[in-house]
């Protein structure tokens, strides 16, 4: 048995973490589906911005868009509602089969609006309204203006991804702003099943500290931080205060282990998948991950719910000169700067593609 049905069996969801209009047309996406236990989708602005500098699948659309006075930003959204809600539509049946839980794709609004909270809330109702999909979550930042945005998604009962966190502090923030909206909608009268993933970033800690720290220790700090935050997040689903919303008819907001791709070329490919293996939580990968464990991959033990040696392993960095939290609001930072690079040589792209194509015209 693959190790992609082993995971899946074990009760973590495995999404891919990519969409191309390459990858819808030529039925590779429902082979992943049916071959590989996929059970959901997430994008960002750069995986948008190289599928379509990589492919010529979009210069039709994008001509015809042209023609009909589309441009830039208004264009890219266009296209990109007509991959995500393809998508949706093959997921579709595995989010009717388990009532919801799985089967999601996701999109992200605009990275400029990372610390714009009216802009940012407007834009995840446009897009969720246009979609116009019950399994579609929208992408918002969990930076400090993003955390206002996200409790009104979802007290307006719009499903949020909420990314580009790095801590526990930053989880914590996270799940707490989720809260807050499925208990808005409590005392509001309204139903509070609105669904949500708190999607953790994890490799990025190592490639930080790489050549910072003793060889010792290399590629243990995303691990013991993503433990460290599985305990948060079990405590979290077990009190008082969110088992009476669950009482009420609420869902858990699930954690999504992010960015678990191998960057130490020393490491195994599958480093943060066998280590980051756990019930009720959701890994999205890319597809060269998702490909190697399908072929050569192993399941290791199930993260243990009181975050194991996660403290041990985090003071070694502490005195090896690591300063978790002031590296937690760097990598959010940077995170956001890079998607936002990302999304300005995306509208490069098309402005390019754009232009070539009316001069072809």
């Known amino acids: 048995m693959k190790a992609t049905q082993l995971l899946h069996d074990l009760g973590q969801s495995l999404w891919l973490d990519n969409i191309t209009r390459d990858l819808l047309k030529s039925g590779t996406l429902k082979r992943y589906i049916d071959e590989l236990s996929v059970t959901g989708l997430t994008s960002n602005p750069t995986i948008f911005d190289h599928a379509i500098k990589n492919s010529t699948a979009y210069d039709a659309p994008i001509q015809e868009k042209l023609l009909n006075g589309r441009s830039g930003e208004t264009l890219f959204f266009e296209l990109a509602l007509e991959d995500i809600t393809r998508a949706a539509d093959l997921f579709r049946p595995i989010y009717d089969r388990t009532n919801g839980v799985d089967g999601w794709v996701s999109l992200e609004v605009s990275p400029l609006l990372a610390h714009d909270t009216a802009s940012t809330m407007a834009a995840a109702k446009d897009l969720w309204t246009r979609a116009a999909r019950p399994n579609l979550f929208i992408k918002i930042p969990g930076t400090a203006e993003g955390l206002p945005a996200i409790e009104e998604a979802i007290f307006a009962g719009i499903p949020v991804n909420v990314t580009l966190l790095f801590s526990r502090e930053h989880y914590l923030a996270a799940a707490e702003a989720f809260l807050r909206g499925i208990e808005r909608r409590i005392d509001a009268g309204l139903n509070p099943k609105v ?160 232009a070539a194509l009316k001069k072809a015209s």
């Open 195 to 354: 669904d949500s993933v708190a999607s953790v970033f994890i490799s990025r800690w190592d490639t930080a500290v790489t050549d910072k720290v003793p060889d010792s220790l290399n590629d243990q700090l995303g691990i013991a931080i993503a433990k460290r935050i599985y305990k948060a997040y079990r405590s979290q689903l077990n009190s008082q205060r969110w088992q009476r919303v669950y009482n009420l008819g609420a869902r858990p907001q699930r954690l999504l282990w992010a960015s678990t791709g191998t960057k130490d070329p020393k490491a195994s490919d599958t480093l943060y998948i066998q280590a980051l293996a756990a019930p009720f939580t959701v890994n999205t990968m890319p597809e060269g991950t998702l490909k190697a464990l399908a072929d050569h991959g192993e399941i290791g033990a199930s993260l243990r719910a009181d975050g194991g040696n996660c403290e041990k392993v985090l003071a070694r960095f502490a005195e090896a000169g690591v300063d978790i939290d002031a590296l937690a609001a760097q990598l959010q930072d940077e995170g956001a700067k890079s998607f936002v690079k990302s999304w300005n040589e995306l509208m490069g792209v098309i402005a390019l593609k754009s």
